[in-house]
T-cell receptor, first 116, second 113 residues
Framework: NAGVTQTPKFRILKIGQSMTLQCTQD?????MYWYRQDPGMGLKLIYY???????DKGEVPNGYNVSRSTTEDFPLRLELAAPSQTSVYFC???????????????FGPGTRLTVL | GENVEQHPSTLSVQEGDSAVIKCTYS??????FPWYKQELGKRPQLIID?????GEKKDQRIAVTLNKTAKHFSLHITETQPEDSAVYFCAARLIQGAQKLVFGQGTRLTINP
């Protein structure tokens, strides 16, 4: 299994541009998450999904949108990029908690985004 | 909502000594507390976790303790080695419901040879 994969690894955007960060998992996980990690800071939840067709906001959703049309994919869309969105973005996935005693979140390798 | 505070933000210890990182949480309903390790430029990875019905859990050189009354939990690393150098994050979450982890700010641990 490849686990959780993300593309691209790096990206530089100009203010006002848009882009989509891709996330795919091959572990048949129901739950998927998007976090951002600012320098020297912890992880902040942007959006999450509990299954195909179901998404909800996390702590810092403004400026982002998500969709979940399949179990495997959970893309994150940035509209009108701003310098405040410069960060490292991590996608993660996990099993439905009721099925397992522990619910580890498996993270992707991250996307480093700079908005100039 | 849940809030997690983590201390210290940086920690430097001599190789072979012990390291302790502490976290406090605000929501008494939280019942799952994982610790993640993030090496430089890498993704966070789970190293140990504990549920609220357990007071302590050990896995070789690492252990986590939980005090539900005081709403704090700690990571203990004994006999530290250079490969323990990393940023460590604590987190808290309700097992039921939305499955949202709230992370602490992270502790940068440096092991000095």
């Amino acid at each position: 299994n490849a686990g959780v994969t993300q593309t691209p690894k790096f990206r530089i955007l100009k203010i006002g541009q848009s882009m989509t960060l891709q996330c795919t998992q091959d572990m048949n996980h129901n739950y998927m998450y998007w976090y951002r990690q600012d320098p020297g800071m912890g992880l902040k939840l942007i959006y999450y999904s509990v299954g195909a067709g179901i998404t909800d906001k996390g702590e810092v959703p403004n400026g982002y949108n998500v969709s979940r049309s399949t179990t495997e994919d959970f893309p994150l869309r940035l509209e009108l990029a701003a310098p405040s969105q410069t960060s490292v973005y991590f996608c993660a996935s996990s099993y439905t908690p009721a099925a397992f005693p522990y619910n580890e979140q498996f993270f992707g390798p991250g996307t480093r985004l700079t908005v100039l | 909502g849940e809030n997690v505070e983590q201390h210290p933000s940086t920690l430097s210890v001599q190789e072979g000594d012990s390291a302790v990182i502490k976290c406090t949480y605000s929501d008494s309903a939280s019942n799952y507390f994982p610790w993640y390790k993030q090496e430089l430029g890498k993704r966070p990875q789970l190293i140990i976790d504990i549920r609220s019905n357990v007071g302590e859990k050990k896995d070789q050189r690492i252990a986590v303790t939980l005090n539900k009354t005081a709403k704090h939990f700690s990571l203990h690393i004994t006999e530290t080695q250079p490969e323990d150098s990393a940023v460590y994050f604590c987190a808290a979450r309700l097992i039921q419901g939305a499955q949202k982890l709230v992370f602490g700010q992270g502790t940068r641990l440096t092991i000095n040879p």
